[in-house]
Every structure is written in structure tokens, then in C-alpha cells.
């Protein structure tokens, strides 16, 4: 392996143990609010680092990164679904873990529809985080209907809006960071954006 792809790997990991941090730092936070969202979810920005990936070393690093997480998250907060059947396990599996969080590391493909650089990263990072509400609200509706909660009777109106009451402030979170720190910073060369650079690279990603 060489050196670049080897530094690639490194910056990968550290990323994950960032978002693995700041996960817990989000559980840790909610279980102050332990009767908003009884059902799991809550505000987090631990999106952003594998996002960042996405946008510095591209959609395969991304992807692979991002499906790293995935597993880790079935490690660390694995809930098996009420259906005892080989579907909604796997159902289980894929919605609420590894597609829910491999998507994130597709970002830059999305940004990469935009000229402007700034719009792009706002919106890779944005779409990426209503992908896995997407992924949230299938599996909320098909696999964990028995536990509906808020006075409601119809199972996908409660899955949609519990997890667009947590997704839709991460996603927007998630963005204004984003945005903010590649305003900043050139997230493939990590230099410092300067006012001709600006102007130059304004319509590139």
C-alpha cells in the first residue's frame, strides 16, 4: 500500500472514532430527555465526519468508510426487530445500518451536480441525511409499527414524523457544519481557502 492510500486509510479511522465519539456524546445528552424520542433517535452531528470523507477523498473512500460505521453501529446498538423472521432481519439490518449509514459516504456524488462549490457541499450533505430518514421512516412503518407512540393510530404518519422530528434538525445541522468548515477549508488539500482561491475554485468541487 502506498503512502497516500495508507494516509487515506488513517484519516478514515480517525474520522470514525470521531463520529463514534460524538454519537455517544448525543446518547449521552438525550438520556437528559429521556420522553422525547422514547423510540430512539435524537440530535447528533455525528454525520459530519463521514460526510467530510465523502468530500475529501472522494465516494469510494466515502462509501467504504461509511459502511465501516455501519457495522460498528450494529455493534455498538444492535436491536433486534419484534418480527422473529429471516426478512425482517434483514430488513433490520439494511435499513437501520448499513444503508442508513453507507449513504452518507455518497455526498460529494450528489455535490458534484452543483457549480458552486459552497451549494454543493450544502447540499451532498443534506441529501445524504434525508436518504437514511428515508431508510428511518421504511423501517419505523415496517418493523417497528407495535411500538407507536404521540396519540397516533396510522403507522407510517407516526414513523414519518417521529423521524423527521430528529432527522430534518440533524440533517440541517449537519449541513451548516459542513458547509462552514469546507467554506473554510479545501477539504481534499485541507489548505486554508484564501480570496483569490475562493474566486478560483468557486465553480469546482
Given at each position: ?14 474520522m470514525i472514532a470521531l463520529a463514534v465519539i460524538l454519537d455517544y456524546l448525543s446518547k449521552f445528552i ?42 460498528l453501529q450494529i455493534v455498538m446498538g444492535w436491536y433486534a426487530p419484534p418480527a422473529n423472521t429471516i ?119
Amino acid at each position: 500500500m502506498d503512502r497516500k492510500k495508507t494516509l487515506a486509510l488513517c484519516e478514515c479511522a480517525i474520522m470514525i472514532a470521531l463520529a463514534v465519539i460524538l454519537d455517544y456524546l448525543s446518547k449521552f445528552i438525550s438520556s437528559f430527555f429521556p420522553n422525547i424520542w422514547v423510540n430512539g433517535g435524537g440530535i447528533t452531528i455525528a454525520m459530519v465526519p463521514i460526510i467530510f470523507v465523502s468530500f475529501r477523498h472522494g465516494y469510494i473512500w466515502g462509501t467504504i468508510t461509511a459502511f465501516a460505521y455501519s457495522l460498528l453501529q450494529i455493534v455498538m446498538g444492535w436491536y433486534a426487530p419484534p418480527a422473529n423472521t429471516i426478512i425482517s432481519f434483514i430488513l433490520c439490518v439494511l435499513l437501520d445500518y448499513v444503508l442508513a449509514f453507507t449513504v452518507l459516504g455518497t455526498a460529494v456524488f450528489f455535490a458534484k451536480f452543483f457549480k458552486n462549490r459552497i451549494i454543493g457541499y450544502g447540499v451532498g450533505a443534506f441529501a445524504v441525511c434525508m436518504f437514511r430518514f428515508v431508510c428511518s421512516f421504511l423501517s419505523g412503518a415496517i418493523l417497528w409499527g407495535q411500538y407507536i407512540t404521540w396519540g397516533f393510530e396510522n403507522v407510517w404518519a407516526y414513523s414519518f414524523v417521529y423521524n423527521i422530528s430528529y432527522m430534518l434538525p440533524n440533517a440541517i445541522l449537519t449541513s451548516i457544519i459542513i458547509v462552514s468548515i469546507c467554506s473554510a477549508f479545501n477539504p481534499v488539500t485541507l489548505k486554508r481557502y484564501t480570496k483569490k482561491s475562493n474566486e478560483t475554485e468557486n465553480n469546482n468541487i
